[in-house]
């Protein structure tokens, strides 16, 4: 090793005289030495930004992650994600930082500027006039008489629970004027197969949907032109469980061309690409509206959050606000229905668990309650078309230690801001039968037409030419 290596820099003594030589000895040492120092500085100073609570949420510290699985008293099933979450760094990292509230404040501060709850109200307005006359959408034709209509087809009832807006979203699009007979005036194709139902039809369950979409593309991409035309680019879904981006995996074209309308919208683990997909609220149907939700005196409780603890996020809240007199933390199922908390709360959290969908956004904004949101790498409902942080406090999962401070040091008249506005959106959180304007319906609608024009292909064009 030594030798070959020497042999590179080895110059015949002759010819060259001896300064000469000694540059072309030290000059590779200087340049290594160099470099070595380059990377010390690069290092040093991107750990720096890696302890900073205001650096980016996507920045996260790896580390072995040995060290995570050591300190945690139980077993659970940990995401990818999960990993990446340097528990052990956490109860110092309030302690060593130069955390500081007004460096939170000029954030807030910035994005009051933009008061709206939408980034462009105009353009928003505008396009959606547009969107409203001229969308179309094409639905593979299925009939009662399918052995699997009950999975294709929409319900004829109310949907309720947790993965309602799967149902929902199909109830209203069948009924909708975006609903074409012609292809060929279709921006986009809906494949209407429903997760939800699949997951409780005994002949598919759980473990036979990879198998059904798979045989599912297989039949309309050989029966139609349409998903040939684009490898599913034009073409859409919707679901709400988590499973359903496992049960495209032995259909990879849906996962990585169609766009999927989901509520499990993380990016860490492949499979949900924010440009092309669709983040759609998980919403509880709620049987009717909660009484005077501005009323302040009434939420005299700083935060609130129920939940399992099934993730790191979730022992790190445990840890540290357990006890806590002003954060309430009901660790495990919530035996009563948590509206009254929810109502008695300034703030409402929602925590990561095993996946980032559950529907305490919605809950929250429901009952006026401002969500704060710790769940990083989530693509946050209609987040290219609402300002999130008009209505909601975005928390790193690093920043649980000085949750308490972070919420304490919001003023009432920043908080009246963000409360008056998460009051306004709740109409984007919501779903009507008929569907009602700017209701949950028509946002998604709203986000699949966004991403509809470049890849819109005319079966008519080339006969057109001919
Ligand atoms: C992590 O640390 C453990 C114990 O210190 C070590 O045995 C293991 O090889 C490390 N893993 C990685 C990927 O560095
Ligand atoms: C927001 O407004 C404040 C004061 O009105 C101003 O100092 C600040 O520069 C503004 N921020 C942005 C991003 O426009
Ligand atoms: C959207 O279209 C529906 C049906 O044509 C209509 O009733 C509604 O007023 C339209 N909304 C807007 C904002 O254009
Ligand atoms: C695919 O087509 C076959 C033959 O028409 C049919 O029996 C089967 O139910 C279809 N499967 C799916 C998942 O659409
Ligand atoms: C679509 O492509 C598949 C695979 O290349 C092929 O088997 C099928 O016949 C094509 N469908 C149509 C309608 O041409
Ligand atoms: C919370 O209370 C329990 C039992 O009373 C105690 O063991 C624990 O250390 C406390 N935790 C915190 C974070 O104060």
């Not at 294709?152 to 947790?162: I, T």
Request: contains cysteine; aromatic residues 16%.
């Amino acid at each position: 090793m030594g030798k070959s290596a020497f042999l590179i820099y080895h110059v015949p003594k002759k010819r060259y005289s001896s300064s000469f030589k000694a540059f072309f000895f030290f000059l590779p040492i200087c340049l290594g030495f160099t470099t070595f120092f380059l990377v010390l500085i690069y290092i040093y100073t991107t750990s720096g930004v890696l302890t900073n609570p205001h650096s980016s949420p996507y920045l996260e510290p790896t580390k072995n992650s040995t060290l995570i699985e050591q300190t945690i008293p139980f077993s659970i099933d940990n995401t990818a994600e999960d990993l990446f979450f340097d528990l052990p760094r956490t109860p110092n990292y309030a302690k060593q930082s130069q955390w500081s509230i007004s460096d939170l404040f000029r954030s807030i501060g910035d994005s009051m500027n933009n008061t709206d709850i939408y980034h462009d109200t105009d353009i928003f307005l505008e396009d959606y006039k547009e969107m409203n006359k001229s969308f179309k959408i094409f639905v593979y034709p299925h009939t009662k008489d399918d052995p699997f209509a009950n999975v294709l087809l929409p319900v004829d009832f109310d949907p309720k629970g947790h993965y309602a807006s799967e149902l929902y979203f199909k109830k209203a699009l069948f009924n909708s004027h975006f609903i074409t007979k012609n292809p060929n005036e279709a921006d986009l194709f809906y494949m209407p197969f429903s997760i939800a139902e699949m997951r409780h039809d005994p002949r598919i369950g759980p473990e036979g949907l990879q198998d059904f979409i798979r045989t599912y593309i297989f039949n309309i991409s050989h029966k139609f032109p349409y998903w040939n035309r684009t490898n599913g680019a034009d073409h859409f879904y919707v679901a709400c469980h988590s499973i359903g981006r496992v049960a495209m995996d032995k259909a990879v074209e849906v996962k990585f061309n169609a766009i999927q309308v989901v509520c499990s919208s993380t990016y860490f683990v492949a499979g949900y690409f924010p440009h092309k997909d669709i983040s759609m609220p998980q919403i509880w149907p709620k049987e009717r509206d909660p009484p005077s939700i501005f009323l302040s005196k009434r939420r005299k409780q700083l935060a609130f959050f129920a939940g399992s603890v099934n993730s790191l996020v979730r022992v790190a809240l445990l840890k540290h606000w357990r006890n806590d007199s002003e954060i309430f933390a009901h660790f495990g199922r919530f035996k009563t229905d948590d509206g009254e908390q929810l109502l008695r709360s300034k703030f409402c959290l929602h925590v990561k668990g095993f996946e980032v969908n559950a529907a305490r956004i919605t809950d929250a904004l429901h009952y006026g309650c401002v969500p704060v949101i710790l769940a990083n790498h989530y693509d946050l409902p209609f987040a290219d078309i609402l300002n999130w942080k008009s209505f909601s406090v975005i928390v790193h999962y690093m920043d649980i230690p000085v949750l308490k401070k972070i919420l304490q040091g919001i003023s009432l008249d920043e908080y009246s801001w963000l409360q008056s506005n998460a009051v306004k959106v709740r109409k984007h959180f919501h779903w009507n039968v008929p569907p009602v304007d700017y209701d949950a319906f028509y946002m998604a609608m709203y986000d699949l037409w966004l991403r509809r024009s470049s890849i819109r292909v005319r079966l008519t064009a080339s006969l057109e030419y001919m």
